[in-house]
C-alpha cells in the first residue's frame, strides 16, 4: 500500500482565495482525521470521519473551513477565503477504528500570502 | 482545561546513548497513550503505544512507561541512532480508543555523533 496520499504537498496562494486539501487514506481503513500543525499551536485535530460520515468537526476554527468525503477513497478540505493565519502544515491520517494506529500522510504546506 | 505537555522541548544525546523523553497529561480520564516521531519535512510516525491499565510496554529499542499516579509518560529510546533525530510527540486520548487524539507540542531530540 502506498499509504496516506495527500495532496498538493505545498501550496501557495493569497489572502482571499479558496484553497482544497485533498487526501486518500489508506484502503480498508475507515477513520479519517484532519490535522493542522503549526509551531505555535503544534498538532490540532480539526475533524475527523467514519465511514464517510464527519462524527466530530468540533476542532475546525471557523466556518471558513470545511471538510468532506464523498467515498472511502478520498477527502477534502476547503478553506474558503483563506487567510495569512491559516497558513500551517495540514495533515490527513486514517486508521482501521478508534482503537487502532493513525497513519499519516506527508502533509500539506499552505502559506496564505 | 485539560492539556498535554513535554517538560524539554529539546534534549541532546550522544549517538549510542540512551535517551528519555518526558510527557506529562493532565487529564485522569484518559486511558490510551501513544508516541509519535516527526522527521523533518514527513508526517508523524507511530512508535509505540499503552493503555491505562499497563505500567510498561517494550517495542524495538523503545520503552514506554506510565506512571498513573504522577500522571507521566515517558519514551525511552536504547542505543540511540542518528536516524532517531527527529522531534517525538506524546498524545492521549480517552474512551478506549484513538479518536480526538490530543497531542503534545514535541521534544526535539538531537543525536550526537
Known amino acids: 500500500d502506498a499509504g496516506v496520499i495527500q495532496s498538493p504537498r505545498h501550496e501557495v496562494t493569497e489572502m482571499g482565495q479558496e484553497v482544497t486539501l485533498r487526501c486518500k487514506p489508506i484502503?480498508?481503513?475507515?477513520?479519517l482525521f484532519w490535522y493542522r500543525q503549526t509551531m505555535m499551536r503544534g498538532l490540532e485535530l480539526l475533524i475527523y470521519f467514519n465511514n464517510n460520515v464527519p462524527i466530530d468537526d468540533s476542532g475546525m476554527p471557523e466556518d471558513r473551513f470545511s471538510a468532506k468525503m464523498p467515498n472511502a477513497s478520498f477527502s477534502t478540505l476547503k478553506i474558503q477565503p483563506s487567510e495569512p493565519r491559516d497558513s500551517a502544515v495540514y495533515f490527513c491520517?486514517?486508521?482501521?477504528?478508534?482503537?487502532?494506529?493513525?497513519?499519516f500522510g506527508p502533509g500539506t504546506r499552505l502559506t496564505v500570502l | 482545561g485539560e492539556s498535554v505537555g513535554l517538560h524539554l522541548p529539546t534534549l541532546s544525546v550522544q549517538e549510542g546513548d540512551n535517551s528519555i523523553i518526558n510527557c506529562a497529561y493532565s487529564n485522569s480520564a484518559s486511558d490510551y497513550f501513544i508516541w509519535y516521531k516527526q522527521e523533518s519535512g514527513k508526517g508523524p510516525q507511530f512508535i509505540i503505544d499503552?493503555?491505562?491499565n499497563m505500567d510498561k510496554r517494550q517495542g524495538q529499542r523503545v520503552t514506554v512507561l506510565l506512571n498513573k499516579t504522577v500522571k507521566h509518560l515517558s519514551l525511552q529510546i536504547a542505543a540511540t541512532q542518528p536516524g532517531d533525530s527527529a522531534v517525538y510527540f506524546c498524545?492521549?486520548?480517552w474512551g478506549g480508543g484513538a479518536d480526538g487524539l490530543t497531542f503534545g507540542k514535541g521534544t526535539h531530540l538531537i543525536i550526537q555523533p
Open positions: 484502503s480498508g481503513h475507515d477513520y
Open positions: 499503552i493503555r491505562s
Open positions: 498524545a492521549e486520548t
Open positions: 491520517a486514517s486508521s482501521w477504528d478508534t482503537t487502532d494506529t493513525q497513519y
